[in-house]
């Protein structure tokens, strides 16, 4: 594709309920993150895939968070028993290599957990 | 602690003038620096980096400082028009990638 695209655009859940956020990356990119961004505060790193490993899960928030890539593209981000405190934007960008310093954007996903 | 400071403040400015935002950093040794722009709704776009041996890197209208001492870097836009509107974001990197941590962001409203 053209860009990093990420789905759904927006989701809204109930407390306590189970999401998978999707991200697609520029086709050929090894490198792929995950970030959250709550109003008004900077983008707060969670994790990062060098093709379908993910070397350091430590900025994951709780154990209710978990990520995977398979395939060397595409990534899911599961939140579990979401809470009120999750309600973020989550964004995905992806990189060709790790060690590439610029990353390209998804558009996120609007979370809102009532 | 380690700190990334962006003015969280928006910043005014009337058209044609030249625009300036500060990025702050604190307990860190980045490798490089980068500036991204991020319009409402939208994912960050990056807009120039500039590497830790380097002290100016320019881009158009855009250029950058970068003051390892200060352990600060400028980011200017000259002859700002409304379009450059926009939250900017820094963002620095200490481990060549596997790791970058931005800032909160300025955002910037240029008035016709």
């Known amino acids: 594709g053209a860009g990093v695209s990420q789905s759904p655009s927006n989701k809204v859940t109930e407390k306590g309920k189970d999401v998978e956020l999707r991200c697609d990356p520029i086709?050929?990119?090894?490198?792929l993150y995950w970030y959250r961004q709550s109003l008004g505060q900077g983008l707060e790193f969670l994790i990062y895939?060098?093709?379908?490993?993910?070397?350091?899960k430590s900025g994951l928030p709780s154990d209710r968070f978990s990520a995977e890539r398979t395939g060397g593209s595409v990534s899911t981000l599961t939140i579990q028993r979401t809470q009120q405190e999750d309600s973020a934007v989550y964004l995905c960008?992806?990189?060709?290599?790790?060690?590439?310093?610029?990353?390209?954007f998804g558009p996120g996903t609007r979370l809102l957990v009532l | 602690s380690q700190k990334i400071e962006q003015n969280s403040e928006a910043l005014n400015i009337q058209e044609g003038k030249t625009a300036t935002l500060t990025c702050n950093y604190t307990?860190?040794?980045?490798?490089?620096l980068q500036w991204y722009r991020q319009d409402p709704g939208r994912g960050p776009v990056f807009l120039l980096l500039?590497?830790?041996?380097?002290k100016e890197k320019r881009k158009e209208r855009l250029k950058v400082t970068f003051d390892t001492t200060l352990k600060q870097s400028l980011f200017h836009i000259t002859a700002s028009q409304p379009a450059d509107s926009a939250t900017y974001l820094c963002?620095?990197?200490?481990?060549?990638?596997?790791?970058?941590?931005f800032g909160a962001g300025t955002r910037l409203f240029v008035k016709a």
């Open positions: 960008a992806s990189s060709p290599i790790i060690s590439e310093e610029t990353q390209y």
């Open positions: 086709s050929g990119h090894t490198a």
């Open positions: 895939f060098q093709g379908n490993s993910a070397p350091d």
């Open positions: 307990n860190y040794s980045p490798a490089y």
């Open positions: 500039i590497r830790e041996n380097e």
């Open positions: 963002a620095l990197d200490e481990t060549g990638g596997f790791k970058t941590i």
